[in-house]
């Protein structure tokens, strides 16, 4: 919690929600029961008046999410991918947040460039376009460089957005404390390390030279992808606030009709987003973790498109062996071992029954077989998931939130291109390959070599590095941190801030 200061903002919220009309229509979307949808609109609606007025030209939840801020406008990206959870109206209207923001003045992104790169625009770039997408962190222009002539793609920050996106989070994490505090069944999601894990990857987004450097390690990860192209970076017309790629040409993902145009197979096409993803995440351990449609294109001859490094995400080689072991289990149906996994990754606490997990994980799996995927409803297994986690008392794992919250957006966006599609059976090959690349005898002698090596190189510090172990032991325990200040909910409580967790509670969902 940073600071009884983001009241205001809680507050603004939910009477923001309240004013543009957003409260109503995400309540419905949501399928919020009628009870609790009364009393967030009782709490709103005295301070509708406080709320921002946004944009009347777009939809209400558009409107309300622009207002609010560029940390809004993430989560309703997210939300824009999933029309069965939040309505196909609620989901196309949001996809207008992707890249169809407005743009900020062009002389403003050149002397932005012209600071960064301490070069005037002209000497750099023989050409230079208004921009032709904007998004809630930057926005890109097209470009031709004046020494190579290349067509290029420069992404320029929008101006103020690092202060923006403090503030946002500021008071996300206000919101995460009074979440913990008031209803203490939702400490073991962690929310307040959620945010914190959220704020990582968001700040790490808003410097262009980070985002540099993923996009030319991902292109060298995936070069061998059949299908598959990444744009590569111009390091000496990059900087923190501005990043230079080679000019990749396509139609959106998002748009149905001019894939259709092109030729291109969209079944096919929304397996091959599910398979890729889960190649980089499994073979790679590295993935693009903003896969929604404003960030995916097609070209001509029918290749996948990758843009907005921003966001990648990284997992260990022991974790991608959990990962794929619980979905090699679900696809099997082999719900015990599926069980037994999650015991032994400490997922589960060790005093509970496997037996009554396997159970509940196979009422969860079950309904996914057999069924084509439009009548899966998505919100019900992940409000069934809810419980089923609650019950057996698992925690959050902040390490694995990217790797999900991608894994919801990628079914979505290949839910876009074919309504049919399931995720289990286009998962089946691309997890069985891994299965047997890593979890192998070869997988075994591997693993033997490469610790063997480990102790060589540390043998010599071994025996020093026991003893002081066994030096700690007998040492006494430091007492205990004391508990946060929680004083700040006071000031929670003197004000209308229940509506703004409503109204935030209700976009993070």
Do not use: C
Request: aromatic fraction near 8%; charge should be neutral.
């Amino acid at each position: 919690m940073k600071g009884p200061h983001n009241l205001w903002r809680l507050i603004r919220t939910g009477a923001t929600f309240e004013r543009t009309g957003a409260m109503r229509v995400v309540l419905e979307a949501m399928n919020v029961p009628p009870r609790l949808r009364f009393v967030a609109r009782v709490m709103g609606w005295p301070f509708a008046w406080l709320g921002l007025k946004g944009d009347p030209a777009l939809p209400p939840v558009t409107r309300a999410l622009t207002a609010l801020g560029p940390a809004y406008i993430k989560f309703g990206q997210i939300l824009s991918t999933r029309p069965d959870i939040v309505g196909f109206d609620l989901a196309n209207q949001l996809r207008y947040l992707q890249d169809k923001l407005p743009p900020f003045p062009t002389a403003q992104a050149r002397q932005m460039i012209e600071d960064a790169l301490e070069q005037p625009l002209d000497t750099l770039f023989s050409e230079f376009s208004e921009p032709v997408a904007a998004a809630s962190i930057a926005q890109v222009h097209r470009a031709r460089a004046a020494e190579t002539g290349e067509d290029v793609a420069i992404k320029v920050l929008r101006p103020g957005i690092v202060r923006a996106f403090r503030r946002d989070l500021d008071a996300f994490y206000l919101a995460a404390g009074i979440i913990e505090t008031f209803l203490p069944s939702t400490r073991r999601l962690r929310p307040t390390d959620v945010i914190a894990h959220f704020e990582g990857v968001v700040m790490g987004e808003l410097d262009l030279r980070l985002e540099t450097a993923a996009a030319a390690e991902f292109a060298a990860n995936t070069e061998a992808d059949a299908g598959f192209r990444v744009p590569r970076p111009v390091w000496s017309l990059s900087a923190r606030s501005v990043m230079t790629l080679g000019w990749a040409e396509g139609v959106s993902l998002g748009d149905n009709e001019a894939i259709d145009a092109l030729g291109v197979d969209r079944i096919e096409l929304g397996e091959r987003v599910l398979r890729l993803f889960l190649s980089h995440a499994l073979r790679d351990g590295y993935f693009h973790a903003d896969m929604h449609q404003g960030n995916l294109k097609v070209a001509a001859n029918g290749d996948l498109i990758a843009y907005d490094f921003g966001i990648m995400g990284s997992i260990d080689e022991y974790t991608r062996r959990v990962y794929a072991e619980i979905l090699y289990g679900f696809i099997r149906k082999d719900y015990r071992r599926v069980a037994e996994v999650h015991f032994e990754a400490g997922y589960v606490p060790a005093d509970r029954d496997i037996d009554e997990f396997a159970r509940a994980l196979r009422a969860v799996g079950e309904p996914i077989f057999g069924m084509q995927a439009d009548r899966i409803s998505m919100a019900r297994l992940l409000n069934y998931l809810f419980e089923v986690t609650e019950r057996f008392g698992m925690q959050t794992r902040t390490e694995l939130i990217l790797l999900q919250r991608t894994m919801v957006v990628v079914e979505g966006v290949a839910r876009s291109l074919n309504p049919s599609i399931n995720i289990w059976t286009v998962a089946q090959p691309v997890v069985e390959d891994y299965i047997r690349t890593n979890l192998g005898p070869a997988a075994l002698m591997r693993d033997l070599a490469r610790t063997a090596q480990v102790l060589a190189r540390f043998g010599p510090h071994l025996p020093n590095a026991v003893e002081q172990a066994l030096i700690g032991l007998r040492e006494p325990r430091s007492a205990p941190e004391p508990r946060r200040d929680l004083s700040a909910v006071a000031w929670f409580l003197a004000g209308a801030g229940l509506a703004g967790v409503v109204a935030l509670a209700a976009v993070l969902i």
